[in-house]
């Protein structure tokens, strides 16, 4: 399936709706032979689809602005798409990445919860299960984001290593088999970089409210270098007044008991240990070089150390898998009990050796497998953040569960963008949110570990972006 759009200057909204139909279809500059949407804006707006040589076509008044001509013809196409296929996507012509968002942003704008619920249901589209799902959530996290003030901030800190690549893996991550040597620098870099964030904190009167040690896999460096992070980041930061403190754990193949108390010893509130899923076959598919027993013996360590609030990650969609398979999985994971389980749902990605390898998938139904989620309620879980990405599977979405009190709340903040993260690290996207106002400014970081290290006195002279980003607003003649 070929996507052509021409007339608009940016093509994100309708290449968007075009994928929700046909994912993987390639965005092409010419109709070529075979199976194509095409979207146009010319004088009018017309939407065109040609399936097994049949072609339908739509027109529509086209509108001035240049954003409004781009998502009147993403809806354009989304009429005629929908009508043609059949199929109804559970979020409808709704591409964002934060449907709760929209709804946090409407409450603060005055509409009614009526006025709320046809935006979404009538407007956009979306089906009325996945509304509730999202004003569920967004009910959930008022209280969370009412407590949020406008200096606080939280930490990332990114490992970019892992023992073996996961096929449907798009980060940056590096073998720890093949960069073994590039380890201890990198965390001795990494450890400057946190003592620079400290003073640019310090110098703007921010407080720290959460940490979260992601990347890659933090626990594929060795004791003694998670050692070395955490005890700088101990020593940096005052850790008595954190609301949370996650380390991602998430491959057994890298964490052992040794690296499970030092998280403990460090001060991790939380840790993530990540299944994917149960099943031995889906798991070798996928290219972890772990079993399920592996994962049941990690988590029997983690609870042995003491560890009392453990995420679970799960992915709807894997290939192999089968709705049954991923409620057994589901299964194995409440049945362990931990506090949150999270559920995504399987995104094909560009940079991923699934997509590169053209991988034939054989995907499940993964709308049932999400049916089956109706389990966690069950068990206690209730859905407390949420978010969507481009090309994922049905245009579903990856859920956050919790038992109550267990909120994620670097997860909310992240998602609802209500205070600035700090990010430290190759990969790192330091984001920073205007105190009480809506700007916001991005630094980034190089992307891959060499360039980092390389690159460590542009990356520490960028940082200094981050006062001067808070000086304006920290001004008494503009702040009051
Ligand atoms: S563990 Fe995570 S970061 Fe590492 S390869 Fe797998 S998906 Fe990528």
Known sequence: MQIVIKGVASVYEPENIARMFFPGARLEKALGRG???LARAGRRLAAGVRLNGVCT?????????????ECALAALVYELLRAVTGIRPPWGKLTGVRPVRIIHDQRAAGNTEAGIEALFVDHYDCTREKFELARGIADLQRPILARAKPLDYSLYIGIPFCPSRCSYCSFVSLSTERETKLMQPYVDALCREVEAMRKEAAACGLALKTIYIGGGTPTALAAAQLRQLMGTVRECFDLSGLEEYTVE????????????????EYGATRI???PQTFSDAVLARIGRRHTAADILRCYREARAAGHQNINMDLIAGLPGDTVEGFAQSLAAAIALSPENITVHTLTLKRA?????????????DVAAMLEKCRALAGAGYRPYYLYRQKNTLQNLENTGWCKPG???????????EVHSILSAGAGGSTKLCQPGGSRIQRIFNYKYPAEYIAGFDTILKRKEGVSRFYAGYLDPQTTG
């Open 352 to 364: 991923s050796n699934l997509v590169i390898q053209s991988e034939e998938g054989g995907y499940a």
């Open 249 to 264: 754990a998430g491959r057994p193949d890298c964490t052992d008991a040794e690296k499970l108390a030092v998280l403990k």
């Open 272 to 274: 993530s240990i990540n």
């Open 35 to 37: 199976d194509a949407v």
């Open 57 to 69: 076509l739509r027109f529509a008044p086209a509108p001035t602005g240049e954003k409004e001509r």
């Open 406 to 416: 267990y909120e994620g709340c670097y997860n909310i903040y992240i998602m609802e």
